[in-house]
């Protein structure tokens, strides 16, 4: 990628109007014969803060890149800032500070020299906001950029895409190769970012990155959008664990569970129930727990404890359930064993 792309911005405001959404409709994109994206639809809001999941090869780049107009999509349509960047890619870019995965910078540069000549380069350059963040950052700018760690790299890229105002944020790993405390740094910018109004698009293989900053997710997975979650609704899910009394048996506990709670929980025992000894069970919850808990204290479970679901949950189920090739199958997702539990929190993204 040449330098240029590392950072495209206008004049643009920041104002967090509708135009800083991003709409795809059935978005496809081959590479020769290999499908990378199969119909991909999805809305970012305006004020969004955006993640996208997926592991390695599931097209997280591509897609971020057809939106940005850098690769010409296959089939299916794009608006961005309320512009499909195949007509108008210059304007897109204007209104979109874009962090790559592999930003590369002017090696022969010293970090202030790079981040003046962005600022120069762009009308919302801003040569001051560039130093701050680098300071936050913790980066010598004195250097070369030939000089510099991977990491260092990073931050420059970083306090390039970071200052300027645009309406539209594009971070595709942003804390990759950072230390913890950096990290933090970040994310406390990108959350920053949201609150000046600005909509952002975050991808990262950090779970917990996502689950702190994003208010919405969606998981790609071998080119097609899988799931969709809303944040809030995720932190409304919890998993119980105990053992059961010696008198109880597991299918008492899962046909006496009262019908108010019957769509808010799902019951598993967690070893075979002629085993000897205690038994122990699990329950996910969805909802708010608190209604739930007077019923949990009535089963009167032994080693007790409470957490919340989060995102590794999720992933898990939608990554690991099966090894077969999803373009095979267009309903997987909605047959999902866990389907019936996350269905409250998780939506199937509709094609
Ligand atoms: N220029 C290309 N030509 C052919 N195949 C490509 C090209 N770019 C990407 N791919 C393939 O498309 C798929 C999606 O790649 P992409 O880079 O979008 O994934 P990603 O989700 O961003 O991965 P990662 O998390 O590793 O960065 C991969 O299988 C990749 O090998």
């Known amino acids: 990628m040449n330098s240029a792309a590392v950072l495209q911005d206008s004049g643009a405001s920041a104002s967090g109007t509708p135009s800083a959404g991003v709409r795809c409709h059935r978005l496809s994109k081959h590479y020769g014969d290999f499908l990378a994206l199969d119909q991909c ?6 004020g969004d803060i955006f993640g996208l999941l997926g592991p390695n090869g599931a097209g997280k780049t591509t897609l971020i890149r057809s939106l940005l107009g850098y690769l010409r999509r296959t089939s299916g349509e794009v608006n961005v800032c309320g512009i499909d960047p ?74 390039v895409v970071l200052a300027p105002q645009t309406p539209l944020l594009i971070l595709d790993e942003p804390t990759a190769n950072l230390d913890p ?7 406390n910018f990108v959350v920053d970012a949201q609150r000046r109004g600005r909509t952002i698009i975050f991808s990262s293989h ?42 109880t048996s597991f299918s008492d506990v899962k046909h006496q569970v009262p019908p108010q709670f019957d769509h808010q929980v799902k019951l598993e ?36 404890r409470v957490e919340p679901l989060g995102l590794r949950a999720i992933y898990d189920s939608v990554h690991h359930q ?9 309903t997987e997702m909605a047959t999902d064993s866990n389907d019936e539990h996350h269905r409250g929190n998780c939506r199937e993204v509709a094609r």
């Not at 809303?230 to 105990?242: D, I, S």
């Open 86 to 159: 195949e007509v108008d890619s210059v304007e897109v870019r204007r209104r979109v500070s874009y962090l790559p995965g592999d930003a590369r910078l002017p090696r022969h540069l010293r970090g202030k020299g790079v981040l003046r000549f962005f600022a120069d380069l762009h009308p919302l350059g801003d040569l001051e906001r560039s130093l701050e963040i680098a300071d936050a950052l913790e980066l010598d700018t004195r250097r070369h950029v030939g000089m510099m760690s991977t990491g260092m790299r990073q931050k420059l890229a970083l306090a």
């Open 269 to 304: 025992c967690l070893q075979d129930e002629a085993g000897a000894g205690p038994q122990a069970i699990r329950i996910d919850t969805s909802g708010d727990l608190a209604p739930l808990l007077s019923w949990i204290d009535s089963l009167h479970l032994s080693r007790l």
């Open 181 to 187: 405390s950096v990290r933090a740094t970040v994310l």
């Open 322 to 330: 099966t090894q077969e090739d999803p373009r095979e199958d267009r």
């Open 206 to 247: 950090v779970l917990s990155e996502i689950e702190e900053t994003c208010n919405r997710v969606v998981f790609l997975r071998r080119g097609r959008l899988a799931r969709e979650l809303v944040m809030a609704e995720l932190f409304q899910r919890h998993r119980v664990w105990g053992d059961l009394p010696d008198e």
């Open 41 to 46: 639809s999805l809305e970012v809001h305006p």
